[in-house]
């Protein structure tokens, strides 16, 4: 422990936060553009930006999909239907191979998976449509990592998660005037600047902060603390989830061959029980069984809860078997609302806008922390580095490490929206390569800021990623006709996409600015003869 209270909170906030920092930036960053992972989708699959004009009727676009299914994976012992809505035009279906069936290699097939684009209007696959992950790779990417078992990466994310929870407690009791931190703000003044920077930050959004850093926990929470399920459940970890989340274990196929029933009358029924919500997806079991099921799950636009009430029909009879959700146990409706309040899946547009903002604060939070740390580390060397010294080993590693996750993620996302653009439509692999060059741009990044991690890589970066944010609008432009002069100034096509073009320019030119001001305060420092600088500022390296 040290001095006291306020001494041993400072030195749990400093320690917590920087050691799971550069994960924590990918997790705010991917989290952030989740809230409007259904408008990047969009984004990267121009072919449907005119497909948004006419809305579908869910039922109607449930029986598309379903002829679409019979037709093209009869054998399948589940379909999956994902309806159209007011954020994404087009009805998604997925599907389980039947044993022994290889992959299609195309519209999504992945591990035993099969998914295709269909038109909500007809139910034909829209075989013109890139293949992309589109949103989702962020969305997963926030909490399931890459390239490893999402297990591994779930565990690792909740013990950054953890942390993080330790480093804002422990910062509002270090901080006396946590509220006067908001409008605080001393430019040119080195440590205190950066030091304002991140409280204000930090505190603009503090509930938000708390909030996200909570109800994450939360998300994942039974397979954190398994133990009471385990034990209530004696390790039977379906009986459990049929009886919370209403999950109807799966049937056995009779051997009995039995027409599935038409889908759209239980669409219109499960609608009028809901008194007019709309459906967001439809789930079928043993199509063309007699022990054939059809559970058709409400929507969760408007509702805090992500828990979405279904109904379960039989489908050789369309007799209702059950229904789940109505009213659900206080417990589970409080997960369900701490789920939904991470997800925010409830906002509108404004809402979500706003959770967008909140989330970019929290970027700049732990990129500010990161910062601050190397800079008083480097002040503490100032001496040394001043009788030409060389920066210590743990500052030049988080120096760099500042250099790749701060300057180089912009890089990496940008590279994303480049490859979607430009990689051939027809490529196989398609979603795989636009992943590739994210982590090869983000490498490339990391490598050379290892390699000099100095100010000059610091400008290079960060124009780097400006120019690459504040070029997508261009490429757009020269990619599609749906581009800012279509969809702002003329109104064709959907306001997601402007929406996009608008954002990462802004993003852009924020990154440039921060390079501009870099590059005048590094040219600045060069005017100055050296006998005339401030104490510990003659080493032009790290970012001060």
């Not at 969305?139 to 399931?144: N, Q």
């Not at 953890?162 to 409008?183: E, K, N, P, W, Y």
């Not at 001043?386 to 590279?415: E, M």
């Not at 390569?433 to 050379?448: D, G, K, T, Y």
Request: with cysteine; charged share 15%; net charge positive.
């Amino acid at each position: 422990m040290r001095a006291g209270l306020r001494q041993s909170m400072a030195w749990l906030h400093g320690w917590s936060g920087l050691l799971v920092c550069w994960v924590l930036l990918l997790v705010f960053c991917g989290g952030t553009a989740s809230y409007f992972k259904d408008e990047i989708t969009l984004w990267m699959k121009p072919e449907l930006h005119r497909a948004a004009a006419a809305p579908v009727p869910p039922a109607e676009a449930a029986t598309h999909a379903v002829a679409f299914l019979q037709h093209n994976a009869p054998r399948s012992p589940r379909w999956f239907i994902s309806l159209p809505d007011e954020r994404s035009p087009v009805t998604q279906v997925l599907w389980i191979r039947a044993p022994g069936e290889p992959g299609s290699g195309i519209g999504g097939s992945r591990g035993r998976f099969e998914s295709r684009t269909l038109d909500p209007a007809t139910g034909a696959f829209l075989g013109t449509v890139r293949d992309t992950r589109g949103g989702e790779f962020l969305y997963r990417l926030h909490f399931d990592l890459y390239y490893m078992q999402p297990l591994w990466a779930r565990w690792i994310i909740g013990a950054c998660a953890m942390c993080m929870l330790v480093a804002i407690l422990s910062g509002v009791i270090t901080h006396r005037r946590i509220f006067q931190d908001i409008f605080t703000f001393r430019p040119r003044k080195g440590q205190r600047s950066w030091l304002d920077a991140h409280n204000a930050t930090a505190v603009l959004a503090l509930p938000f902060h708390l909030m996200i850093t909570y109800t994450g926990l939360v998300t994942l929470m039974f397979m954190y603390m398994p133990w009471g399920v385990q034990t209530a459940y004696r390790g039977d970890l379906q009986a459990f989830n049929n009886e919370a989340f209403g999950r109807a274990p799966l049937g056995l196929p009779s051997g009995q061959a039995a027409p599935l029933v038409p889908v759209a009358p239980l669409v219109a029924q499960a609608m009028r029980h809901w008194n007019g919500a709309g459906p967001s997806r439809v789930a079928i079991t043993l199509a063309g069984d007699a022990n054939a099921t059809v559970t058709i799950s409400r929507g969760s636009a408007g509702a805090l809860s992500v828990d979405e009430p279904s109904m379960r029909f039989d489908g050789a009879t369309g007799k209702l078997v059950a229904t789940n959700g109505d009213a659900p146990a206080p417990a589970s409706q409080t997960r369900g609302v701490m789920v939904g309040l991470h997800e925010a899946h409830f906002a509108g547009p404004l809402l979500r806008a706003l959770f967008f903002v909140s989330g970019l604060s929290g970027c700049v939070m732990v990129a500010t922390g990161a910062l601050l740390w190397g800079v008083k580390t480097r002040q503490r060397q100032a001496k040394a580095l001043a009788a030409g010294a060389r920066p210590s080993f743990g500052l030049r590693l988080v120096d760099a490490l500042n250099i790749g996750a701060v300057a180089g993620l912009p890089i990496a996302f940008a590279a994303y929206f480049w490859a979607n653009r430009l990689l051939p439509v027809a490529m196989a692999h398609r979603p795989d390569a636009e992943i590739r060059a994210f982590f090869a741009a983000w490498a490339v990044a990391a490598v050379l800021a290892q390699l000099h991690p100095a100010r000059a890589m610091w400008r290079a970066q960060l124009w780097t990623g400006a120019l690459m944010l504040a070029g997508i609008p261009v490429l757009n432009a020269l990619t599609t006709d749906t581009h800012l002069g279509a969809t702002l100034l003329r109104g064709q096509g959907p306001a997601a996409v402007a929406g996009f073009d608008l954002t990462v320019l802004a993003l852009g030119i924020a990154l440039g600015a921060a390079a501009w001001v870099l590059g005048r305060r590094t040219a600045a420092r060069k005017a100055v003869p050296a006998a005339h600088q401030p104490h510990g500022a003659r080493d032009a390296k790290g970012a001060t």
